[in-house]
């Protein structure tokens, strides 16, 4: 052996004998370090672990009405007209977890404006807050702007939590339902489009995917400030998640307000904005807001190329948007009969569905969710067939059909 080969060796074996000593340092250390951790936060030492799965499918709730208590209220906007509700279950139970977009519907039972007996009214609001086992959360506005269906005052049921639902107070409630939810591509970047109280399923979706470090852009499109719901907690997921780009548009700021200081754009939500100010490259859309708004937009982002199931939309309100392509449009001519009200009209395809139809001839009916999930506007069919434009998630009573979600096969005869 030869003196430099003894000395290459010796020098291996001091090399290895650092690193031993070393990795066992280093892992001590590390051992030491997360038994620290654990001890100051352990919630942190639940964060390295895989998130739980908390996506339900649709239908894993309860059946029926579960009784909840109201353990909370907050107001959520300068103006006072936006407040939140939280909600236990009076089981005690842990809650199932839901889709961020979707909703829970309420029966209430309201004080008749007109000085009647009170009356029972089905009514749904979104679930504003990521999904938890302890508590739903519903974000509500008072008085909606258009004019309830069915002959009754604005803002009916919205007026009725502001108004009368307090702290303890119990209320009735189905299972989280909707199909306005968040999709399950993680790794593709959000577009979040909410006008007016269209924010609350937005928050939602935020609150599940900001701690994911999903790529997020939120357009909340409001007069001003003060209309603007959670406007502090926004600009605070703002500022720690650099991952979230916050984009307040007003269309009417007040005058101590300061464009590129405390909102972004002074103009509505629409086309044009999207295309200046996102970056060209694929981009999963949600929008949420009033019928115009959601008329002029969502056409407009088909138009420019976004995909259909990069597309997803929910209006608010009365009316709610047609699907994009719906066959129905060209469907054959049928006669409807609404045997209560003793009239025959003829369907020509153009309704989004005979809920729409009816309110459009003036003839009452029920209606919550408007999307098939609650099950409130269940009407007889005394004659003919309808097929469904999306699957109900309530089962329908056999010689019944769910307007809302329903199109004519056949000629009809319903009993309102
Ligand atoms: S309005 Fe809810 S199912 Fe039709």
């Not at 599940?208 to 790529?215: A, M, S």
């Not at 939120?218 to 719901?229: D, H, I, K, P, Q």
């Not at 998640?241 to 700021?253: A, V």
């Not at 449009?329 to 009816?358: M, N, P, V």
Request: hydrophobic share 40%.
């Amino acid at each position: 052996m030869t003196a430099s080969l003894l000395a290459l060796l010796i020098f291996l074996a001091i090399l290895a004998q650092v690193v031993f000593f070393a990795g066992f340092a280093f892992l001590r250390h590390w051992e030491a370090y997360r038994a620290l951790r654990e001890q100051l936060d352990p919630s942190e030492t639940h964060a390295a672990a895989p998130p739980p799965p908390m996506a339900l499918a649709v239908g894993d709730g309860w059946a029926g009405f579960r009784t909840f208590r109201v353990v909370r209220r907050e107001r959520e906007n300068a103006d006072g007209d936006i407040g939140s509700f939280y909600l236990e279950p009076e089981d005690g139970a842990s809650l199932p977890p839901f889709l961020p977009g979707q909703f829970l519907t309420f029966r209430l039972t309201v004080a008749d404006p007109a000085g009647g007996a009170p009356r029972q009214l089905v009514r749904c609001y979104s679930l504003s807050d990521a999904p938890r086992r302890d508590y739903y959360r519903v974000t509500i506005k008072r008085v909606p702007a258009p004019p309830e269906p069915a002959g009754l005052p604005p803002g009916l049921s919205s007026n009725h939590f502001h108004d009368r639902v307090q702290v303890g107070d119990r209320l009735e409630v189905r299972a989280p339902s909707g199909q306005f939810h968040l999709g399950d591509e993680p790794a593709v970047p959000l577009v979040l489009v909410a006008g007016g109280i269209g924010i609350t399923p937005m928050l939602s979706i935020l609150n599940q995917v900001l701690p994911e470090g999903r790529e997020v852009r939120l357009y909340y499109g409001v007069r001003n400030g003060a209309e603007a719901a959670q406007l502090d907690s926004l600009r605070g997921l703002a500022a720690s998640h650099p991952h979230f780009t916050l984009h307040l548009c007003y269309s009417r700021p007040a005058p101590d307000e300061v464009l590129g200081r405390d909102y972004q754009h002074a103009a509505r939500v629409d086309i044009g904005l999207l295309r200046r100010t996102l970056p060209l490259k694929r981009h999963q859309f949600y929008v949420c807001g009033p019928k115009g708004m959601m008329e002029s937009l969502v056409p407009a982002l088909a138009e420019a190329g976004v995909a259909p199931e990069d597309l997803r939309y929910e209006s608010f309100g009365p009316a709610s948007l047609a699907p994009q392509s719906s066959p129905a449009k060209e469907a054959a001519h049928h006669a409807i009969r609404f045997a209560r009200s003793d009239q025959t009209l003829e369907w020509d395809g153009t309704a989004e569905s005979l809920l729409a139809f009816a309110e459009a001839h003036g003839i009452a009916a029920d209606s919550g969710c408007r999307a098939g999930a609650c099950g409130c506007c269940q009407t007889r069919l005394l004659e003919g067939e309808v097929s469904y434009r999306q699957p109900p998630e309530v089962a329908v009573a056999p010689g019944h059909c769910l307007l809302c979600v329903a199109t004519p096969a056949s000629d009809l005869t319903l009993e309102l």
